[in-house]
């Protein structure tokens, strides 16, 4: 059963003892795009708080501006007013060399469509993302081992990407985004390639990993699997709506 959070709610974490700085607190955040025939005004206006140690699903028909939110919370895109804070560091007016580094320790990105490194092996794939983040070889293959056999894979480690199911790609892609153990795993549409098996699979380890405190904000259009979120949120015309 889907459990809708009312506008209000979109900017109050529910989390029992969540820490006093949210993971994500975005507010007035509007974003236009030019387009041939008219700008797209993308996001008119949010706020948005993903407190420490919660799960929120953020939900919306098609062009409603989810993406966009998800990639102005990520620092892949920004804001044209507003203001964004990770961690409780404002990110909107940070030079592109400082906002990668915040990018590369607080956030972590999920895709729907896995975007593995094929010509590496599964090991290979999270070990890389570590030492992107700036984890020495071996504390970025520990962690990499660790993550692995949290999520099931340690037995795959040096099979390829290629030789897994949809769901163990997945868990990868999500092995890769925990590697610099991110303040915040954002997930855009983590179960839209998926079959409903696979998409089981990648819900029970999303639950598995709030429960274990990890703050996450994840884009979804089936309301079977925001359901288990703690918190739904609607996007509706690049606004937060009830």
Do not use: W
């Amino acid at each position: 059963m889907e459990t809708t959070a009312p506008a209000a709610d979109a900017t109050t974490p529910t989390e029992p003892g969540a820490d006093a700085t949210p993971a994500l607190l975005m507010e007035g955040v509007r974003r236009t795009y030019e387009a041939e025939t008219a700008p797209v005004r993308a996001l008119r206006g949010v706020d948005l708080v993903v407190g420490r140690g919660e799960f929120v699903a953020l939900m919306g028909p098609s062009g409603c501006g989810k993406s966009t939110l998800l990639h102005i919370a990520a620092g892949l895109d920004r804001p044209d007013e507003g203001s964004v804070q990770l961690a409780g560091q404002e990110i909107t007016a940070l030079s592109e060399s400082r906002l990668s580094k915040v990018r590369r320790k607080d956030v972590g990105m999920v895709f729907q469509f896995f975007h593995l490194l094929e010509g590496m092996t599964v090991a290979e794939n999270v070990v890389l993302a570590g030492l992107v983040a700036g984890a020495p070889r071996r504390r970025a293959e520990g962690r990499a081992q660790e993550l692995l056999d949290l999520l099931g894979l340690l037995d795959k480690s040096r099979a390829a990407p290629s030789s897994l199911s949809g769901g163990q790609r997945q868990r990868l892609a999500i092995a890769r985004a925990l590697s610099s153990s991110p303040t915040l795993l954002l997930a855009d549409e983590p179960t839209g390639a998926l079959d409903s098996d696979g998409a089981d699979e990648v819900l029970a380890l999303f639950r598995k990993l709030h429960a274990a405190g990890q703050s996450i904000l994840m884009v979804t259009h089936n309301p079977d699997v925001a359901a288990g979120a703690s918190r739904t949120v609607r996007l509706r015309d690049g606004v937060i709506a009830a």
